[in-house]
């Protein structure tokens, strides 16, 4: 290799770094509101309110955490929410959505369409969201085997959002950390918070 082979390679590969840490977010400060919006994973139904998931996220981060879940919502529930909650100015929209969906066997294109929808009205605020992977409940689920709905990838590929992909199939598929067979317990929704946690931690959001 000439020096002038080395050169431009050391060049593509600076510019290579420079890109990649520009595509990280920027670290959010303490007490920064953050929005969790979603259902009753969200909401922390099986466990205390003090167990719930956003309020063990802002106890590690530092963060105000807005709990935006609501039992039963479908995403056109979450939808309809967002606006009034998008008034709170958070800095970071967390996205978990789409179970009662599944569990009402609503339309895929129902669920896909309303997710983007969210997902646009928060890009086009200018504020950074998360979107998170809600399992497919199938009758593997009734024996703990659970996997993500494979449409939550392709959302993320599509609208070009960070996934926090596996964390709700692994704790809902593990007896020791739900209350029912489609919610967490209080160790459950911890869990969730730690996983979630080093997963922004990856994002440069933390």
Same mark, same amino acid.
């Given at each position: 290799m000439n020096r002038r082979q080395f050169l431009i390679g050391s060049a593509i590969l600076a510019l290579a770094a420079c890109s990649k840490r520009h595509n990280r977010s920027q670290a959010l400060p303490k007490g !920064? /509101?953050?929005l969790a919006l979603g259902d009753s994973l969200t909401y922390g139904y099986g466990a205390a309110p003090a167990a719930a998931y956003p309020v063990q996220l802002a106890t590690l981060t530092g963060w105000k955490v807005i709990n935006g879940g609501v039992s039963g919502n479908t995403t056109a529930d979450a939808l309809a929410r967002l606006?009034? $909650?998008? %008034?709170?100015?958070?800095k970071l929209v967390i996205i978990s959505i789409g179970g009662n969906d599944f569990l009402r066997k609503l339309p895929e294109s129902t669920t896909r369409a309303n997710i983007g929808k969210i997902i646009q009205t928060v890009q086009a605020a200018n504020i950074p969201a998360v979107l998170v992977a809600i399992p497919h409940f199938t009758v593997g689920a009734l024996f703990g085997k659970l996997s993500d709905h494979p449409l939550y990838h392709e959302i993320a590929e599509q609208y070009r959002i960070p996934l926090l992909s %596996? /964390?709700? !199939? +692994?704790? $809902?598929? =593990?007896? =020791?950390l739900k209350s029912d067979q489609i919610h967490a317990n209080a160790e459950?929704?911890?869990k969730?918070? +730690? $996983?979630l946690k080093a997963f922004l931690e990856e994002q440069g959001l933390v």
């Amino acid at each position: 290799m000439n020096r002038r082979q080395f050169l431009i390679g050391s060049a593509i590969l600076a510019l290579a770094a420079c890109s990649k840490r520009h595509n990280r977010s920027q670290a959010l400060p303490k007490g !920064s /509101a953050v929005l969790a919006l979603g259902d009753s994973l969200t909401y922390g139904y099986g466990a205390a309110p003090a167990a719930a998931y956003p309020v063990q996220l802002a106890t590690l981060t530092g963060w105000k955490v807005i709990n935006g879940g609501v039992s039963g919502n479908t995403t056109a529930d979450a939808l309809a929410r967002l606006p009034e $909650l998008m %008034g709170q100015h958070p800095k970071l929209v967390i996205i978990s959505i789409g179970g009662n969906d599944f569990l009402r066997k609503l339309p895929e294109s129902t669920t896909r369409a309303n997710i983007g929808k969210i997902i646009q009205t928060v890009q086009a605020a200018n504020i950074p969201a998360v979107l998170v992977a809600i399992p497919h409940f199938t009758v593997g689920a009734l024996f703990g085997k659970l996997s993500d709905h494979p449409l939550y990838h392709e959302i993320a590929e599509q609208y070009r959002i960070p996934l926090l992909s %596996g /964390a709700w !199939s +692994e704790i $809902l598929g =593990d007896k =020791d950390l739900k209350s029912d067979q489609i919610h967490a317990n209080a160790e459950g929704y911890r869990k969730f918070a +730690e $996983l979630l946690k080093a997963f922004l931690e990856e994002q440069g959001l933390v």
